[in-house]
């Protein structure tokens, strides 16, 4: 019942407006008025432009005055460690006492050195006062040894002589082995016609020798001696000299 009576109502209604239409429609006809066009203004284009001030380059003196000024803004005293600042003490502290004692030990081995040398020097010539005063008696022995001539020791009536010259020449041969064991040596430059050498010779005269080089020794006067390669007294000899 419901449904048929909303069904019948659209109906009625759409029959009322059938009906209507008749009706002469100028009568309800409102002239429309023409609304003019309202001119669009066009807004001209803009130009932005940034809010950020323009920056001027800086000369060179004020871009070092600037450089200045800004470690001296930026350094910030800091705090210095207290652990730090001891474990450097400590630091140098152990290279001072390490230098010291590479020192130390130096002045040490070069003490010990020394001591050496002179403990050596001391030992070596501590005859020398002593060698220098018996060479004397040694030369006298040999200048006994050489006044004697080989013609008196041939001579069978000399036996006598003969005797006590091999007494003295063996008397030297011992002496001479016993001195040389002490480091004490003599040598004779002109028995092997050496070269003059003023470190051990001592040149008493010069002159003509034929059959000589220039510089050679031919006549050695006084033999020389020597201690341990140090030479106490200088052979005095006669040079050669042709020139």
Excluded: C
């Excluded at 019942?1 to 429609?25: D, E, F, H, V, W």
């Excluded at 705090?79 to 474990?87: C, G, T, V």
């Excluded at 020192?103 to 220098?132: G, M, P, W, Y």
Aim: avoid cysteine; charged fraction near 30%.
């Amino acid at each position: 019942m419901i449904q048929r009576s909303l069904l019948r109502q659209p109906r009625a209604i759409g029959s009322k407006l059938y009906r209507t239409s008749n009706i002469n429609p100028s009568r309800f006809y409102t002239p429309v008025t023409r609304i003019s066009p309202v001119p669009i203004n066009r807004v001209s284009p803009s130009r932005w432009y940034s809010a950020e001030t323009k920056t001027e380059p800086t000369t060179g003196a004020q871009a070092s005055q600037s450089e200045q000024a800004a470690p001296e803004a930026e350094t910030v005293p800091e705090a210095e460690d207290p652990l730090k600042k001891e474990l450097d003490t400590k630091n140098q502290e152990i290279i001072d006492l390490k230098d010291k004692y590479l020192r130390s030990v130096a002045e040490f081995r070069n003490l010990q050195d020394r001591t050496k040398r002179d403990i050596n020097a001391a030992r070596d010539f501590a005859i020398t006062r002593f060698a220098k005063d018996l060479v004397d008696s040694v030369d006298n022995l040999d200048r006994a040894l050489e006044t004697v001539s080989p013609e008196k020791l041939s001579d069978a009536e000399n036996q006598d002589l003969k005797s006590l010259y091999d007494g003295l020449k063996m008397t030297e041969r011992i002496l001479m082995q016993t001195l040389s064991k002490h480091g004490l040596e003599r040598f004779d430059p002109g028995a092997n016609g050496e070269r003059f050498d003023p470190n051990v010779h001592e040149a008493t005269f010069m002159t003509k020798v034929e059959g000589k080089e220039d510089g050679t020794v031919f006549l050695t006067q006084q033999k020389g001696f020597s201690l341990n390669g140090r030479v106490i007294r200088a052979a005095k000899v006669g040079v050669v000299k042709n020139a």
